[in-house]
């Protein structure tokens, strides 16, 4: 099975950027639609985004498409998502995720996770 560890958040100020990295070990990412997903403190865990195993179809939270991009790098065996524009609102842990079949936003859905990572958007 896959490991996964996540990393690049920090603090940023409203309409800055960051990337995020996750780095899989254990099978390749291409194996795995792979996701993001984050959790605001008093909130439950929220897709952000997903890239298609069998594809590069790629999708996004209403609330993030034309800002945050989701990429992998094969070479790296790493996972990225770049945040531009970034909002107050985005501040969150954000986590990544894997799993063997066809995307999907529901957090149940994907068995393996990374450890998470710490946004926060100062305004």
């Known amino acids: 099975q896959v490991q996964l560890v996540d990393s690049g958040g920090g603090l940023v100020q409203a309409g800055g950027s960051l990337r995020l990295s996750c780095a899989a070990s254990g099978r390749t990412v291409t194996d795995y639609t792979m996701g993001w997903f984050r959790q605001a403190p008093g909130k439950e865990r929220e897709f952000v985004a997903a890239a298609n195993r069998w594809s590069s179809t790629t999708y996004y939270t209403d609330s993030v498409k034309g800002r945050f991009t989701i990429s992998r790098d094969n070479a790296k065996n790493t996972v990225y998502l770049q945040m531009n524009s970034l909002k107050p609102e985005d501040t969150a842990v954000y986590y990544c995720?894997?799993?063997?079949?066809?995307?999907?936003?529901?957090?149940?859905?994907?068995?393996?996770w990374g450890q998470g990572t710490q946004v926060t958007v100062s305004s």
């Open positions: 995720a894997a799993r063997w079949g066809p995307q999907n936003n529901q957090a149940t859905q994907y068995p393996y």
